[in-house]
């Protein structure tokens, strides 16, 4: 039986390998670097452990624990620590816990009483109309107001997608958050009376759901996804041509034999898609996804000793707004998060650079992106004297900005498939650009191309009958 094809061997595309290989579905991983697993890597030296890109998963879908289960991972799984729910927005310099309850709102210094007032006004402002597509920013300012946008949805869309909330579109990267004005008239309305459909789902807002990670980090799931796909995993295997020849599918790689596949997911960047030379008829146009814009993005995961940071870092992290006039766009509390990140005695804090908001300032030599990330933790936590451990990662095309007019890329993906029967694409370019984004996103690609697959052979089975009689 031929095998579907992978393109691309991040967590999107190793989920649906592992989903098919599940249900007997044969399969082949093609992936150009020379590792699998994408932004997801952890390296442990000494007592530090460093994750080069994503530091914990958000449990916000059945999807997501039923991975771990399969993969037979949950006596590794970690969550967070219970102590380390706080998560700090920094105002005129100084880390603010984000209130968590009505009456944290009331009291909490982060707001004006003028900006509380506003918020408190939501339930009464209208709907857009239909069809109209606002930046985060507009859609804001409209409900919620300037100040609540400068010091709650700037400094979280920086820490979603390092992008800024002038150039993101709200249907596009906030789909839920757009579908509650429009269903329910306001947010808050919407929070109620949508709580009993979200229940049903089985799904967790990302604001409630439980964080995790793994006794080894996050690698440890790129590790056991390696385990089960061994042997259908091919590495430093740049995929040049799709070609579609009678039904199936021609993988051509830049360099070795082509392989005959039944189907093909592509689970790329939009770059990678818009490289790809895709023969099929009708012909099937992706350079336009060549447009998308993945701003550079740096990781610097710095150690110190506890005693030397004044802050207690006892919470999630910190978010920074683009008002305060900060190098880093915030920073991960990691060894408060999780166990076994710094030795006895010591801390890690893990800081993000660039993005949309400085993209050239992550592109800096790495003792640059260190001296940067000391100035802000000197003046916002206090820290003090040399880091005791250093790790560094800078991702020059990080994560897609689904910014106003993404809805053609989303629509040029769809497009794709329709035109080109077996081909499927999933992952962040297209479906979500958090980890657990992603896994959902190639779990429901998995199932798509069973689904495909099965009805192939309905019709395979329907021609030969007609045929036999």
């Not at 390998?17 to 890597?41: K, M, N, S, T």
């Not at 009483?113 to 069809?131: D, H, N, S, Y």
């Not at 056991?224 to 042997?231: H, M, N, R, V, Y």
């Not at 790790?391 to 498939?417: D, S, T």
Request: hydrophobic share 45%; aromatic share 8%.
């Amino acid at each position: 039986m031929k095998p579907v094809a992978i393109i691309g061997g991040g967590i999107t595309g190793l989920t649906a390998a592992f989903y098919l290989r599940q249900h007997g579905i044969p399969v082949r991983v093609f992936e150009a670097a020379d590792r699998v697993g994408g932004v997801i890597q952890s390296a442990r030296h000494g007592g530090y452990l460093a994750e080069f890109g994503p530091n914990s998963i958000l449990e916000t879908s059945p999807v997501i624990s039923g991975l771990v289960r399969d993969l037979g991972l949950e006596s590794r799984r970690v969550y967070s620590d219970a102590g380390a729910e706080n998560r700090y927005v920094v105002r005129d310099k100084e880390p603010v816990a984000i209130p968590v309850s009505a009456a944290g709102f009331l009291t909490t210094p982060l707001f004006s009483v003028a900006a509380k007032l506003r918020v408190l006004a939501e339930p009464f402002i209208g709907r857009a109309p239909p069809g109209l597509e606002e930046s985060i920013a507009q859609f804001v300012q409209r409900r919620l107001g300037q100040e609540f946008l400068d010091y709650a949805i700037d400094p979280l869309v920086a820490g979603i997608y390092a992008g800024r909330p002038q150039q993101l579109s709200v249907s596009q990267a906030f789909p839920k958050l757009y579908a509650l004005e429009q269903r329910y008239r306001s947010l808050f309305l919407g929070q109620l009376l949508g709580a009993p459909a979200r229940r049903r789902s089985g799904e967790v807002s990302k604001q409630n759901a439980k964080k995790f990670s793994f006794d080894n980090g996050l690698q440890v799931l790129i590790d056991g996804l390696q385990a089960q796909l061994k042997g259908d995993i091919q590495t430093a295997a740049p995929v040049r041509c799709l070609r579609r020849l009678e039904g199936e599918w021609l993988v051509e790689l830049e360099a070795g034999r082509p392989a005959e596949c039944r189907a093909v997911l592509l689970a790329l960047p939009s770059y990678r898609m818009a490289s790809l030379e895709i023969a099929t008829e009708p012909a099937v146009q992706v350079a336009s996804l060549g447009e998308v814009y993945y701003p550079p993005v740096a990781s610097v995961v710095l150690g110190f000793r506890r005693e030397e940071v004044a802050h207690p870092l006892d919470g999630f992290g910190m978010l920074i707004p683009e008002k305060e006039g900060f190098n880093i766009l915030g920073s991960l509390f990691s060894s408060s998060l999780f166990p076994h990140r710094a030795p006895p005695g010591e801390v890690t804090i893990t800081s993000y650079i660039g993005g949309a908001r400085q993209p050239l300032l992550a592109l800096g030599a790495p003792d640059v992106l260190t001296e940067l990330t000391l100035k802000d933790l000197a003046t916002i936590l206090g820290a003090r004297g040399r880091p005791t451990f250093q790790h560094v990662a800078v991702y020059r095309q990080a994560i897609p900005q689904y910014n106003l007019g993404f809805g053609k890329y989303r629509a040029l993906m769809a497009e794709m498939e329709e035109k080109a029967p077996g081909l499927f694409v999933a992952g962040h370019a297209r479906d979500g650009v958090s980890l657990g984004d992603s896994i959902v996103s190639g779990h429901k690609a998995a199932g798509r191309i069973e689904s495909f697959l099965a009805l192939e052979q309905r019709r395979g089975n329907a021609q030969a009958q007609a045929v036999s009689a």
